[in-house]
């Protein structure tokens, strides 16, 4: 049997930045792709010392394992207190763990053969670039079932975080739901939009902008253009185009607030490429959520 030193590095290399890529979509971490490579590059080095130098029986123990995914975290991710960590740490071993399995079942289905040794898995009779392309697909569609999966199973209650909107030095707090199907955006900038209930942004809003809900009036478009053109917040406001929350090629009042504020305390950060969707209904039947939020804005 034939081993190709760079086809296993290359392998390893992508398959290593796709669990790492993974872990931060679970963690909710935001990273650059230079440390998701760092990362999956130090992981992709560890097969290949394993392989040149199969007689050093150190590398192959449970605590040397332990301590290369924790380096390997650390690398990526940048953790800077214990809590935080952990949780990323054991993600990345969910993540680790949904693809050996995927690779058992890979050599279960894979007519030419293969064995998996001190968690490396070795493909016999195929061509290398063959089974550099195969590989790169089978990776690529456990990805996408892994995310697929996983937002699935969390719960609602889980979905739902505090969020602090800001316009124009006013301040409202309110609860938002995580909408993985919201994926509206400004037409004009390409934004994305967060949609909130009026009743819960009343208080910020101009005289004038507020009227046109009270009157329910936000599907007149005459009235709502001529209401915005001579509002001292024109330059803020938006007319933007949805075909969702029931209704079809619906048109959405937004405006650009001065920043958003996401999450709970110790992980908050703010968000000033957004605009604000007003909506004149409710959101929530048991009103545990007053806006909805996409993927884009919590990621």
Known sequence: MEIYLDVLLLENLV?????????AKFSRLKVSTLRLFLGAI?????VVVIILQPGIKVYYTTVAKILLSIFIVAITFSPTKV???IKTLVNFYISTFIFAGAALAFLFFNQQGGFVRNGIVYV????KWSLMLFSIV????????????I????????????????FDNRMIYLSALIDTG?????PLTNTPVMIVEFKALQELLPVEIKRIFENSQEDDLNCVSATISTSKWFSRFRLIPFSSLGKENGMLIGFKPDFIEIGEEGEKRDVKNVIVGIYNRSLSRNE???ALLGLELVS
């Open 138 to 149: 089978t990776v690529g569609l456990i990805i996408k079932i892994f995310i697929e999966v």
């Open 182 to 186: 919201n994926s509206l955006k400004d």
């Open 124 to 127: 016999f009779g195929q061509s």
């Open 83 to 85: 809590l935080p960590f």
């Open 15 to 23: 398959i290593n930045y796709l669990i790492l890529y993974v872990t």
């Open 151 to 166: 937002q699935s199973r969390i719960s609602r209650e889980r979905l739902i975080i505090p969020v602090k909107i800001s």
């Open 288 to 290: 545990k959520y007053k």
């Open 42 to 46: 130090v992981g992709a080095l560890y």
